[in-house]
């Protein structure tokens, strides 16, 4: 963690002592091939070699105030609507044997939603109605590979016809899809929504596991845990375990190209029109634009924290009491110390939560999910069991906030700021 201080040039010689630390345990993984190839001293992060992996380094902070705050400011109403009109729908879905003419209305008008199901007339299931067994299996004593998570998410949409549709968001650079699954047991077209992405950074596989795990966890729980159930019954979760395949698939921070796309989007101090150099980066625009998550989960693995926005400034946002409640209650549920707002961690620019936050007020967190960016295959079950209990919390806090529940905090009295800042700071530096 010290190696950010220092010189790009350094920080490639440490980080690839960390790298290694990191992949060794991988080499129990029977998927791993492509990554065990690549287990010849050749970096995966080599800033030295790639000037512009941290794009616009220079870009100076519109500090004028005219955007640097979320546009959508009704969160709270909205949210309120959705979630009585969400009941309702279940209300009158029960008392009808589970079929009324609005969830069935509400599931005909679903543009993405699944397809029909013969063996269940294709009517939308609400979370009470669930059936665990029909589960796909998931385990996690080995690292999955590319082919493997699309298997596990097509299997979920098809075990789960009426509640889960495996969908593409688009290719990486390289050609790789980049697959999600929706899981929508709302009985609505169009409710609010949950994003929960891993593997941003493609060495970081812990990452990638902790959004598979998300399935299975939700489901399964939702039969033995009221609060996981009602999560489930009102917001859609959508699953992307892999925004960097490229990247997964080189055992590289960045993707193709040698960009991290994590510095890669827009925030109030840089316009869209120069960020999103990656492919990546605007594919993962085009989905939140497109949906305007609620809240959002982005996994890293090379540390354990709770971060949330802002990256790129001191300055807290005007939601800053309750992520740092949730921050707080996030980080009891993972068994963590360290929860605070991402500045303080170190600055940085172009990360997705910020990103999120300022377009579409989605409350976005950063979890770093296990101190070494790929733990052993031993500790992994432990590291995705808790991420998992961490993204339950975040959201339940979210809602939490939605419906006046969550008593916030101040700020300042959650940070917990654990290095010295200096200025200025390459905050393109972080390795996790
Ligand atoms: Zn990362």
Known sequence: MIVRYYLPVLAVLLAGCGQGAGRAPRQDSAVDLGRLARADGQSGIDAGARPDSAPDRSSTIDMDGSSDQPADRSIGPDLAADTKAAADLAADASADGGVTDAASAAMDAMVDGPEADASDDGVCALADNISVAKLPAIGFSTY?????????????????????TYKVNG?????????????????????????????????????TEAA???????????????????????????????VNPDGFALDTRENAAGLDINRDYSYPGRSDADSFK????????????SVGFRAAVAYHSGAQEVLWPWCYTADATVDG???AAAGQQTAQAMSFAIYQQSYDDYPTQGEYIDFAYWKNHTLAATFEVSTVKAPSVALLAGVVDGASKGTVAWVQAANDHANG??????????????????????GTNRLE
């Open 144 to 164: 999955h590979n590319q082919q493997q998570i699309e298997d596990y998410l097509q299997a979920v949409a098809s075990a789960f016809p009426t509640i889960a």
């Open 212 to 242: 598979l795990g998300i399935p299975d966890y939700l489901l399964r729980r939702s039969t033995t845990d009221a609060s996981v159930r009602s999560l489930l019954g009102t917001y859609a979760f959508y699953v992307l375990p892999l």
């Open 321 to 323: 009491g309750f992520f």
């Open 171 to 207: 290719q990486s650079a390289q050609g790789r899809d980049i697959p999600y699954l929706i899981i929508n047991a709302t009985c609505q077209a169009s409710p609010p929504a949950i994003f929960t992405n891993g593997t941003h950074h493609g060495d970081e596989p812990a990452s």
């Open 405 to 426: 529940r969550l008593h916030a905090l101040s700020a300042p009295a959650a940070a917990r700021r654990r290095f010295p800042l200096t200025a200025p700071f390459d």
């Open 278 to 289: 990656t492919v990546e980066a605007q594919l993962v625009k085009s989905l939140q634009e």
